[in-house]
């Protein structure tokens, strides 16, 4: 990880994501902006969350493991996203590991000092309260489709939630524990979109050869793992 310090290149994230919209006071002295290589854990269950977190640019994959191993969960965020609500409300160790799929950059503000600005800010607030309950439609949303959707479609919405420039790379072994099906089961799936020309397998990576087909294959099954909120657009329809 690396620490940007660049006031200016603050200040125009600032604006761009319009985040001083949440905040009574300004607060561009006191953000910094975290700079994540691919695959750099950004949050790792059960540390202190010591910053806020605004994802303003890539993409991160958020998941929990069980006792046994096996993934709770598994979901995207993009910018814009935040990173923390929980931990900021309840005072408690971070729950979920998170790590960058891409190079990524969070704009952090330091977890007491984000307390102490936003205890009196209702939009602050409203906002965390907005993106929350998202969170936690797009879970229940998921864990549905799990159970209701086949495999191609789930596939298809994990293979284009993590790919970067139509290539992307997985461990098929912690993937099917996070689509809950076996490993011989998402093998034969795999084979399938091989055969059919919509992948091609190069080493340890794929490379997406008909992405459109793979976005027919979601749509038709409305199956969304990916996530953002974007102020601007929370703002708007709040009014």
């Known amino acids: 990880m690396t620490n940007i310090k660049n006031q200016e290149e603050i200040y125009e994230l600032l604006l761009k994501w319009h985040i001083n919209c949440l905040f009574d006071t300004d607060i561009s002295s006191h953000v910094e902006i975290f700079q994540y290589e691919r695959h750099e854990n950004i949050c790792i269950a059960g540390e202190d969350m010591s910053y806020f977190l605004f994802i303003v ?15 709770l969960s598994w979901c995207y965020y993009s910018a814009l996203s935040v990173l923390g609500e929980v931990e900021l409300c309840e005072s408690i160790p971070i729950m979920s ?17 984000c307390k102490a600005k936003t205890s009196n800010s209702t939009k602050f607030w409203k906002y965390l309260t907005h993106s929350l309950g998202m969170k936690l439609s797009l879970i229940a949303n998921n864990s549905a489709y799990n ?40 093998h034969r799936i795999l084979r399938k979109f ?22 027919k294959l ?14 601007l657009s929370y703002l708007y329809n709040a009014k």
Request: hydrophobic share 45%.
């Open 57 to 71: 640019k890539g993409k991160v994959k958020v998941y929990s493991l069980l006792s046994n191993g096996k993934l």
């Open 97 to 113: 590991t998170v790590i960058s799929l891409e190079p990524t950059w969070c704009m952090a503000i330091p977890m007491k000092l």
């Open 147 to 186: 159970q209701s959707y086949p495999l191609e479609a789930r596939l298809a919405s994990y293979i284009l939630g993590i790919a970067t420039d139509n290539k992307f790379e997985c461990n098929l072994i912690e993937l099917a524990q996070a689509l809950g099906v076996s490993y011989r089961h998402l």
């Open 194 to 215: 091989k055969d059919d020309g919509i992948l091609v397998k190069n080493d340890v990576a794929y490379t997406i050869l008909k992405p459109i087909v793979l976005q």
């Open 218 to 231: 979601v749509v038709d099954s409305e199956v969304v793992l990916d996530f953002s909120c974007p102020i």
